[in-house]
């Protein structure tokens, strides 16, 4: 439990009830695409999120080698800072978070354990530094990055546009887009040192007033040759709701140091 939770909550995070096997999905051959880099990163850039809260009730199915589990989720967001979230089994609350700019902080009933400090935790399950702004962005269907501060080659894979990161650092980062949208399908992390890989893919977005969100979400982590799946289903979305966001470590929790 104590790696299925920071694990859970870093997909959620970033944020099916499917009970048939998931497929890590193979990626098409690209192209070069009529569209350019600039065009591509206006489009995505220009697409609404205009909030002041968010309240997200979720299905969620975690399947790795090891272990397989199907939980309810509750995510509550003050947009750019504080990223709340609820985990229950059988509606029971197994495990809470509470994410701000400068902290990452988790407890979980099992065993009795809590977590109380910095984004590492984050950064070193997905292989690539993390923070508030990214976390967020990869819950609303945003590149996880500012695609401005980067430099990219522009791709196309099958219908969609698509942006490749030109680095010659340790990642390698691309992003597709709706082609008519340019809301994101896909983004995808690769480390080459250790060798690991995140993906997450985005599809049935919905349309709300002034800001877009996507209904399916499919996370995938590929590492040792081992590959985990997180499915999240997006039951029920609301913006601009008047939320609380209790979190207190319940007494006699020990709490969880990391190496």
Not at 78 to 106: C, H, N, Q
């Amino acid at each position: 439990m104590r790696k299925i939770v920071p694990l859970l909550l870093l997909s959620l995070l970033l944020s099916c009830k499917a009970k048939k096997k998931v497929v890590v999905p193979e990626t098409v051959t690209t192209t070069a695409t009529n569209e350019t880099v600039a065009n591509i990163i206006k489009n995505h850039n220009a697409v609404k999120y205009d909030f002041k809260t968010a309240l997200i009730k979720s299905d969620v199915d975690f399947q790795s080698p090891k272990k397989s589990l199907s939980i309810s989720t509750e995510i509550r967001i003050k947009k750019d800072e504080i990223i709340w979230v609820s985990l229950k089994w059988f509606g029971i609350t197994m495990a809470k978070a509470m994410i701000t700019p400068d902290k990452v902080r988790y407890y979980e009933k099992i065993n009795g354990k809590y977590f109380d400090g910095n984004y590492q935790i984050l950064s070193d399950l997905l292989g690539t530094d993390l923070d508030f702004q990214k976390v967020q962005n990869m819950i609303l269907g945003r590149a996880i990055d500012n695609l401005n501060s980067k430099n990219y080659n522009a791709l196309q894979e099958g219908d969609a546009p698509k942006l490749e990161e030109v680095s010659s650092e340790n990642f390698k980062k691309t992003y597709v887009f709706e082609p008519n949208t340019f809301w994101l399908r896909k983004q995808e992390v690769k480390q080459l040192s250790p060798e690991r890989t995140f993906l997450a893919n985005y599809a049935n977005y919905k349309a709300f007033e002034n800001t877009v969100f996507p209904m399916e979400l499919t996370i995938f982590a590929l590492q040792n040759n081992e590959t985990t799946s997180i499915a999240i289903q997006n039951n029920n979305v609301s913006f601009n709701e008047e939320l609380t966001f209790p979190y207190n470590v319940p007494n006699g929790y020990q709490e969880v140091k990391l190496n």
